[in-house]
């Protein structure tokens, strides 16, 4: 008789990891369920804001797979629209409601494949009847939002609440849109993601598009007429406007989990070992946004829901689900954005991140240009770089410039992640010709700044 | 009394040194003479095609810094079209004759800084007295062959020879300027610093740019009439132009080295350590295109002359003689290149590389695009790796692709310079976003081929 596999939730890490286990294991060695509670599988959560703002013209694009090829092409039994209640460990059976037709299902499983997610942070204040609140995560949120742009009377000013990757490309879309549109942040600056000095350069650009930004300040309730948001209301007072998104980040979605008795982290997410398995739980695997993973730099377990991690986590799941072997073995919080024409990347620690590792560290900001200066076209690009002392190891990067800057995040990346030295760095044979770099890399050119900086520290 | 340093070659390995030197010993303590046999000082060589096609207005653009600049700012006695002669070990003496008011000097030195470049390759058959045979290697060459595509009658048609990184690019300046041109290359394909399949794409992209590509032709004379160049002789009749540009490639300028006793390598290349000192030779430097390297993968000298490499090695040189301490380890051929809108990177080996080094390997092909395929401006993207067997360790990538593809070159020379394997680069965490990558980054794509190229080689 077949093994059956469940899988709770149907996107990057639950169907990356049933792909694989599918691709080394046929339908009469293991029977696959996947049970998701929305209406889509497989499908780019990051693409939304590109079609808030018209740039991807319709839902279709960001599927990547749907339910029926999943079913078709791979042998699943996908079921949408149904969401897991319970899980009986003891039992090896999880309980299911149909969402659309009522009833619930229980089923039975040799491995459990939980991959859930995350939900959006939602503050007491948030909870509200009023129409023109949104979320920000999944395809339906981004359908609703989409329907509420040309409802009548079309909403004309939007607040955005919270400076995150999404609040901050939301807002945007939503200028884009023609939308009167300001942005809420609690702390002192939006793009917390990288450190201050350099989101400031992303906060200059934001405004130059028309986004107003306000910061330092704390939301305390929602008002409504009509049934509709009529305004934010802060510290400051209200601030009108016909919509809400909030961007305040989200948690691993690990109630149930936890519910069940899985070990939960100090992060609120799942604990799992290099091969996703849930330790202590023989058959119990866990990916993607409700887990929490090792940061390779600082050491600590950190939650980084990304696309990009799910899809390894779940890949790594499914060949080890299919009798593979295969590993996840941390991350360093590379990440990317691109904010009107300005770029912004990061890797490893913020300076705040640093300190609160407990590394001691110089830190340096170089100038430079996408191409050599004299070829048309090129942009300015900051590269700043933190170097634990005295030994010199890169611990974080960030880059902020206009195109053709962010993804050049990748090579520091790779270096952070090999544990190189900023001297180490300014040896590195990268690719030189005048449309792509000055004759000094602009990497290079960050690498031998720090490493004045650790010299200058030394000479102290 | 103050030591002296001579500088034989005042271009990126020669003034990076000098700089550097003269940043760590003030002008009492070291006196800096260089010699420079052309009329300019530290100028980007890798812009010349980009003044041809008129895309730089002027040479002005290309200079970094001028003579008088290194004079005042520098404290350093820079002599240009003044070309060293003789070196005299024994006696520590150089003398140099002063190309435009005749004369010699000789001058005593206790630092020796070899930088004298390379030169064209030449064969027998492009000796001649007609105008309009241009080589392509220093300003004043660019210089001559912008003053001719003015000159009446203008010239219509040309002929470059040699299918290397400038030939290509001064092919497509030609073309950008309007006159019909023709690549002539010997071997079976322009663009041979890439393997055959990605070097097809290349030749692709410049055919579809109206450049006229003639492969495995051997050139054996020029013909001209009235003083001016008139056709090319080949194996296979004559191409009849008005301009010839001699893309050949260049070798180590060593001749003078040799003649005073300088060690040269099998590559042509003068022999230096790690710290860019002529071994046995104390007080004797060399760096840039004169010398030879160290390939990290082959572990084979290899003769790569590259602005970047020339800088990185004065930069070590000049603060070895400025009394610090720097190494230079070698490189790994990463190189970059704009063919049309084609973008084409490569680092470490290629397949004939590999095989010569005597590496047992696997290669794999990824078709990818370079954003997310349904951000608007995705566009194809080709990565190619090579990876030893069984070890898995990267030995070699290319990549061709149109807009953004080009530096993403850099991710994987970092990989490969910290000999990674292709299974731990399935693990690296790399920048994601919508307007930048697919969800699997195409780096990451190809390594996942490469692992499974791996396994079924060990099926076999």
Known sequence: ??????????DAAGMSAASQARRRRG???????????????????????????????GPEQLIIRAPETFRKDFAMDVRIRHEVTAIDLERREVVARDLDHGGEVRERFDDLMYAAGAVPVKPPWASTDADGVFGMQTLDDGSALRDWLVTEPVPRRAVVIGGGYIGVEIAEALIERGLSVTLVEQADQPMSTVDGDMAELVADAMRGLGIKIRTGLRVTGLEQRDGRVSAVVTAEGPIPTDVVVL??????????????????????????????????????WAAGDCVETLHRVSLMPVHVPLGTHANKQGRVAGINIGGGYATFTGVIGTAVTKVCDLEVGRTGLRERDATAAGFDFVSVVAESTTRAGYYPGARAMTVKLIAERPSGRLLGAQIVGWSEAAKRIDTLAVALWNGMTVDDMTALDL??????????????????????????????
């Open 431 to 460: 690719g030189y010709a005048p449309p792509y770099s000055p004759v000094w890399d602009p990497v290079l050119i960050a690498a031998r700044k720090a490493v004045d900086a650790l010299a200058a520290v030394d000479d102290r």
């Open 1 to 10: 008789m077949a093994q059956r596999l469940i899988v709770i939730g149907g």
């Open 247 to 284: 961007g305040l980040g989200v948690r691993p979605n690990a109630s149930l989990a936890e519910a069940a008795g899985l070990p939960i982290g100090p992060t609120g997410g799942i604990r799992v070992d290099r091969r996703m398995r849930v330790p202590g739980l023989p058959g119990i």
């Open 27 to 57: 339908r009469d060695d293991l029977e696959i369920v996947v049970f998701e509670r929305g209406h889509f599988t497989s499908y780019s959560a990051c693409g939304i804001p590109y079609w808030i703002s018209g740039l991807v013209p």
